[in-house]
């Protein structure tokens, strides 16, 4: 029988359907296409052992005057400079207090770690870090444990917060620690997941405040399962007292026997009534809500018990509960609550203390946070120092000449700083003119910051902001929109993307250093990340479309386009980020798929070849190999991956695989009848790697494909011999063991016609 040549055009096509897109590739992930042949991607593996704190969103490499390879890599909760394979934490301080004498306590005696810190006015949200200094043994937790960095597991309220110790209580509820105690405070942590406001659409509704505890479930839970177990439930409160006094359907305030343990805000439960409390004064609870959460307003006689109501969150399930024995939430369970699902939950889940949790319409409490959404990072160098600012933060200047040992100061305390902002959204440095620029940033005389302001310093000074007859520092505001989004440089100005318009900026000269003009009107981007230089081009992403810019802006004709728009979570937005892989001429979009709250998959742009594929994968920042020999991508898992290294996924197998749209004979009028395949696929790795060559039928294109045959082939496979049936096929080429690496031909199959039924 005569064999038949399968010839497919390059690149993924899901703008119409597998039938539609027919002489095509139709779905991919992790292969590339190269000179119009598709190919695995290269692997990746961990580029240290030594994990770090948070979700790395900027990653940034530079050599200094010794030849040592430096990288920035900021989280939501710290900013390292990796050298070596090694972090070396260079979060700025933002305060150093001295604390009143014996401001620690312990819990309970025994395996109770729990230390509460009393700190006027400490300013602290959870998860934040602080070191402290000149501490004393306190009833047996050590000197040594002690004067040590600990991160902040509970805000009590503005004079007092927890940590968790590595020590435990020798009597218990024991203060001391001295009376030369110093408290170290690294920079308020971010969040790792964007809080859309307030009222609805926070999260649950109304959310939960940003200063929650959390833990982990330790052990599977059913959907009905009314005993939780905890990895530690120790910050997650249970109280219980009885009324003083007799409370009407009007009281406002509640006279308990006792407040202890009760939070300072919260709800508990009187008879059949929840109440909202939402300040604690002596042993009155005040700020009341009567009949909350769907109960009916009572009269309560004296001495009748009140218990204290938690609520935690799984997932997206709200579950109640009223007591706990250990680790273990077992009393007044109830699953599901305030409209909730009831779900079955994996051992490992987060869990998060949601007591401060609103309903439609409410206020979340989310004014300890200095920012509604994650936590971003912009990074520059000024020589071999680097400066770098927390998105809509304060920047910061870190001297190489102090080593990596030596915390980044804030740019305003600098020598010589003159009018330099205090805030700003980003910045870069300008380095053909040596200006440092800052974008949305505040103006000299007022702290509020400008959303649409550019600042930039005198030539050559980058502290100096203040301008003057004798320098090149000033300001524009640009003249539309009302917030910039991103910045960056391309070879002959600067691009500024506001939430409607994209503007350049470039330098003029005396004496006015900058013009600014608009490119684009009603034209912007999907996040702050969501560009990258490449080639000679920027390209990025906005709401609708990808374009690129070379002098004038193009849009880029997208053959995924309608696949990836209709799936992604725009309510993170801010984590999508544009990526340049520059040694095959591709740019990666990562994104969250509209069920995820994280990054989990990837569009990929050939600049040079105009071909599409997609895939899954996680990653939250990623850095080109500039000065490294191979890329780099951050991970959710608190690693730095080295990419295009080897074949596997960190020493695992991955799975790769490119499959064709639906092809048939005949448009499909006849069945066609598949005997035998002539792979053509170069094969490399080692322990003689294989490919498997899967063929998927379906008789009409409203019916799913089912797999028909699947052929193991490796470098010296001739011909494979297989039976498959259909009116219509599609080629599925896939690898899945380690040490294997390819790179598809022209793969031609035998076959004929197989009648009409």
């Not at 703008?15 to 897109?21: D, F, K």
């Not at 500039?626 to 960190?650: K, L, Q, W």
Request: hydrophobic share 35%; aromatic share 10%.
């Amino acid at each position: 029988m005569p064999v038949t040549k399968l010839s497919f055009q390059p690149g993924i096509n899901k703008e119409s359907t597998s039938y539609g897109a027919k002489n095509g590739w139709f779905d991919s992930d992790l292969i590339r296409f190269r000179k119009g042949r598709p190919e695995k991607i290269g692997g990746w593996q961990k580029l240290s052992v030594t994990a770090f704190n948070g979700t790395a969103r900027s990653l940034h490499a530079w050599i200094t005057l010794d030849g040592a390879k430096i990288m920035g890599l900021g989280t939501h909760l710290k900013f390292y400079l990796e050298e070596g394979g090694l972090y070396n934490n260079v979060t700025p301080l933002r305060a150093t207090t001295s604390l009143a004498a014996n401001p620690i306590k312990t819990g309970s005696s025994g395996a109770n770690t729990t230390l509460t810190i009393t700190a006027a006015g400490h300013g602290a949200v959870v998860n934040d870090y602080v070191t402290f200094r000149g501490a004393a043994t306190v009833d047996g937790v050590t000197a040594a444990i002690l004067n040590a960095e600990h991160q902040i597991s509970e805000i009590v309220d503005s004079s007092s917060y927890k940590i968790v110790s590595t020590g435990t209580a020798s009597s218990g509820n024991t203060a001391g620690g001295g009376s030369s105690v110093v408290a170290e405070y690294q920079l308020n942590t971010g969040l790792d997941s964007t809080v859309s406001g307030t009222g609805f659409g926070a999260g649950f509704y109304g959310g939960i405040t940003a200063s929650y505890s959390q833990t982990t479930l330790d052990g599977d839970i059913s959907d009905s399962a009314t005993s939780i177990v905890l990895a530690s439930a120790s910050d997650f409160e249970t109280a219980a007292s009885t009324l003083s006094s007799a409370a009407t359907t009007l009281s406002g305030s509640l006279a308990l026997a006792s407040t202890s343990g009760f939070p300072s805000t919260g709800t508990v439960l009187i008879d059949s009534e929840k109440i909202l409390y939402t300040s604690v004064s002596g042993n009155n609870l005040g700020g009341l809500t009567r009949a909350f959460d769907g109960t009916t307003a009572a009269a309560h006689t004296s001495s009748t018990a009140v218990t204290f109501v938690g609520l935690i969150l799984i997932g997206s399930e709200l579950i109640q509960y009223t007591g706990k024995s250990s680790e273990t939430l077992n009393a007044g369970v109830v699953r599901g609550v305030r409209g909730t699902a009831a779900a079955a939950g994996t051992s490992g889940d987060t869990v998060k203390e949601a007591n401060a949790f609103v309903s439609w319409g409410g206020a979340a409490a989310i004014a300890a946070q200095s920012e509604n959404n994650i936590r971003l990072w912009t990074q520059d160098n000024w020589g071999e120092d680097l400066i770098f600012n927390v998105f809509d933060g304060a920047p910061y200047y870190w001297d190489r000449g102090l080593g990596l040992s030596s915390r980044a100061t804030t740019l305003a305390s600098q020598s010589g700083a003159s009018g330099a902002p205090t805030i700003c959204r980003s910045l870069l440095v300008s380095p053909a003119d040596r200006h440092l620029i800052t974008f949305g940033a505040n103006a000299i005389g007022s702290t509020t910051q400008d959303l649409l302001l550019v600042r930039w310093s005198n030539q050559e000074d980058p502290v100096n902001f203040t301008p003057a007859i004798t320098n090149t520092a000033g300001s524009q505001r640009l003249s539309s929109g009302s917030e910039i989004i991103a910045a960056t440089r391309t070879r002959q100005e600067i691009l500024i993307w506001t939430d409607t318009n994209l503007h350049t900026m470039r330098f003029t000269g005396p004496p006015f250093t900058f013009g600014f003009g608009v490119v684009s009107n009603n034209l912007s981007i999907i996040g702050p990340r969501a560009y990258t230089p490449a080639g000679d081009r920027v390209f990025w992403m906005d709401k609708e479309n990808f374009y690129s810019y070379n002098g004038a802006v193009q849009v880029i004709p997208c053959t995924v386009l309608k696949y990836v728009f209709n799936d992604i979570n725009l309510s993170q937005s801010y984590k999508i980020f544009a990526a340049s892989n520059r040694r095959f001429n591709e740019v990666f979009w990562f994104y969250p798929t509209e069920d995820s709250n994280e990054v989990d998959r990837y569009v990929k742009f050939n600049y040079v070849e105009g071909t599409w594929d997609i895939g899954s994968l996680v990653r939250t920042a990623w850095l080109d190999n500039t000065i490294h020999d191979y890329p780099r991508g951050a991970s959710t898992n608190n690693y730095i991956f080295v990419h295009e290294f080897g074949e596997n996924d960190d020493g695992s197998s991955m799975t790769s695989y490119i499959e064709s749209a639906d092809f048939d004979i005949a448009d499909g009028d006849n069945f066609m009848f598949v005997s035998r395949i002539i792979p053509d696929i170069d094969i490399g790795g080692t322990d003689l790697p294989s490919v498997d060559y899967i063929f998927k039928t379906r008789n009409f294109p409203g019916s799913s494909l089912t797999t028909d045959s699947t052929s193991s082939v490796n470098s010296s496979t001739e011909q494979s011999f297989i039976r498959s049936r259909g009116r219509q096929a599609a080629l599925r080429i896939q690898s899945s063991s380690t040490n294997v690496r390819w790179t598809l031909g022209d793969t031609r199959i035998e076959l004929r016609p197989d009648g009409h039924r």
